[in-house]
């Protein structure tokens, strides 16, 4: 039925707690990246989430996946389906962005740092994947 939600989908044994649990993590690598960022200072104030900042993601960037990530596990399975694939390709996008833009490793940055960097944009590229296999199960959920 298309108007399923994806919490149906916790009965046919598909629960999104990776999902929830990966972007949790995600934000949370935000937020101490850019506190570590002011505290270092790298950068000042809001502009630890801006679009000069190298230990975190951008605000909007922020947003847009907290926002299609609840979308993706509270919605009916297409919009929930959409929002998990903008989901997907924005981490994916974004963690391969973060290995070739110049910040990763930027002068300047200690190995604290750079492991840091290392750690979210991993971890954003993982968010990405586990994404991209919620869109694949709502898709076969779909097939039924």
């Not at 850019?34 to 801006?50: F, K, P, Q």
């Amino acid at each position: 039925m298309e108007t399923d939600t994806v919490a149906s989908g916790r009965r046919q044994g598909h629960p999104p707690r990776r999902l929830i649990g990966a972007v949790v993590v995600l934000v949370a690598l935000d937020l101490a990246g850019g506190l570590t960022a002011i505290a270092d200072g790298i950068n000042r104030g809001m502009g630890a989430w801006g679009p000069r900042a190298r230990l975190a993601a951008p605000l909007p960037m922020i947003l847009l996946q907290v926002v299609t990530a609840a979308v993706a596990v509270r919605a009916p399975r297409r919009p929930a389906r959409a929002a998990a694939a903008v989901l997907a390709l924005a981490c994916l996008v974004s963690a391969v962005s973060g290995f070739f833009d110049g910040g990763l490793g930027a002068p300047g940055l200690s190995r604290r740092h750079v492991a840091l960097q290392v750690v979210l944009v991993g971890w954003t590229g993982l968010t990405g994947v586990l994404t991209a296999a919620h869109v694949r199960r709502l898709g076969r959920a779909g097939e039924h």
